[in-house]
């Protein structure tokens, strides 16, 4: 596609609910971020995929956040149990290739309410 | 651990004219990466410019381009000739030359008054 998508772009879910944000990256390319970006704030890194294999989770927040691409492709970020602390804008980036001079490309993000 | 400090939480400027946006950052790294990105409302985080710490030249991207101070570990954007559309939030990011991840700073509002 021409560029990256996510969807859904709004989200409101109830306390303790379960849900899935899905990122569609530009064809082709390999390397794959999430990053959460609270209100007034910059976006912080959650985790990052080259092709199907994740290589650093070090930023999700806690073991109820779960990422995964496995055909190398779409990724898919879920949020167990949602809490009010996980609103937030998810921002999904990708890559043409894995090494750092590579530029990300940020899609529209995933706004997600927690009541 | 890198930090970016962006001192400016907001800026406005007068269509057509020139404005400064500031940016810090701390590393014991010698290659790495720095960006401006700018996000509109809209929410879509776009790439505007980025330089290569290696390169001493300056990076120039049509009306935007950077003064990069590798010593005092500055990185600031400058946008000439300022236009309506330029009005958005601005963040500068770090990627360093061993990591992937970028590290971002809190953001500089940029107004633009007809």
């Known amino acids: 596609g021409a560029g990256v998508s996510q969807s859904p772009r709004y989200k409101v879910a109830k306390r303790g609910q379960d849900v899935a944000l899905r990122c569609d990256p530009i064809s082709g390319h390999v390397s794959l971020f999430w990053y959460q970006q609270a209100l007034g704030q910059g976006p912080e890194f959650l985790t990052y995929f080259q092709n199907e294999a994740q290589l650093d989770k070090s930023g999700l927040p806690s073991d109820r956040f779960f990422a995964e691409r496995p055909e190398g492709s779409v990724s898919t970020l879920k949020i167990q149990r949602t809490q009010q602390e996980d609103s937030a804008v998810y921002l999904c980036a990708s890559s043409l290739l894995q090494g750092p001079s590579s530029s990300q490309y940020f899609g529209p993000g995933t706004r997600l309410t927690v009541l | 651990a890198q930090t970016v400090t962006q001192s400016q939480p907001e800026m406005s400027v007068q269509e057509a004219e020139t404005v400064t946006l500031s940016c810090t950052y701390d590393t014991s790294e010698s290659d790495y990466y720095l960006f401006w990105y700018k996000q509109p409302p809209s929410r879509q985080m776009i790439l505007v410019i980025r330089?290569?710490?290696?390169?001493?030249q300056n990076a120039t991207e049509n009306r935007f381009s950077v003064n990069f101070q590798k010593a005092a570990k500055s990185f600031s954007l400058k946008i000439s000739d300022s236009q309506l559309g330029d009005a958005a939030m601005y963040f500068c990011?770090?990627?360093?030359?061993?990591?992937?991840?970028?590290?971002f700073g809190k953001g500089t509002l940029l107004t633009v008054n007809p």
């Open positions: 990011a770090y990627r360093g030359g061993s990591n992937y991840k970028l590290t």
């Open positions: 330089q290569e710490a290696y390169k001493q």
